[in-house]
């Protein structure tokens, strides 16, 4: 124990002998503890920076251009108003029609054209004549003595012999064609309008 003792006084002693022959001031040196405080990491994700262009972005698609029939109270038949503001002309707008030709059946009293699409007119040169149309003053066609059934001086238009004397049509030969037709009537009636 003594040589430890004497250990302890030779290393005192050569830390005092060593600071005392030192001109400069002896330097105090205090530790601090540190402590650390963990941050957890994080991980950032990479950004790209698209490059700087002189030029002007495009203009996004033009939307399509599209129509609707214009009122037949306004615009004729077929016209089409477009979306961007035009007109034009477009089939399926077209609803035009053309009239039925009408097709001359016979000549009815008075002066009656009776056509085959079931129309009559009064004004159709074909059944217009300058000489009177009745020279049979009582009745309501031309007297032919054949057909005065009744013997009245008059032929009026039941008493008209019509398709079977190869004449225009009576108002009995409308019907009867026309029932035989629509299948109503059927026998030896209908042999004359077979065709």
Do not use: H
């Amino acid at each position: 124990m003594k040589l430890a003792i004497a250990l302890a006084a030779v290393a005192l002693l050569s830390t005092a002998g060593l600071s005392s022959c030192s001109s400069e001031e002896p330097t105090t040196t205090t530790t601090t503890p540190t402590t650390s405080t963990a941050v957890p990491s994080t991980t950032v994700a990479p950004t790209s920076v698209a490059p700087i262009s002189s030029e002007t972005p495009a203009d996004p698609a033009p939307a399509p251009i599209t129509f609707e029939c214009g009122d037949l109270s306004l615009y004729q038949s077929g016209t089409a108003l477009y979306s961007d503001g035009t007109t034009g002309y477009e089939s399926t707008c077209d609803t035009y029609v053309p009239p039925v030709e009408k097709i001359l059946w016979y000549c009815d009293y008075p002066e009656t054209a009776v056509y085959t699409d079931g129309t009559a007119s009064s004004s159709d040169p074909a059944c217009i004549s300058d000489e009177p149309i009745n020279p049979n003053p009582g009745g309501g066609f031309p007297y032919i003595a054949e057909e005065d059934r009744n013997g009245d001086g008059v032929v009026n238009g039941y008493e008209r012999c019509g398709i079977a004397c190869g004449q225009e049509p009576t108002s009995g030969d409308i019907q009867t064609r026309t029932g035989c037709e629509d299948g109503y009537i059927t026998g030896p009636l209908c042999e004359n309008f077979d065709g």
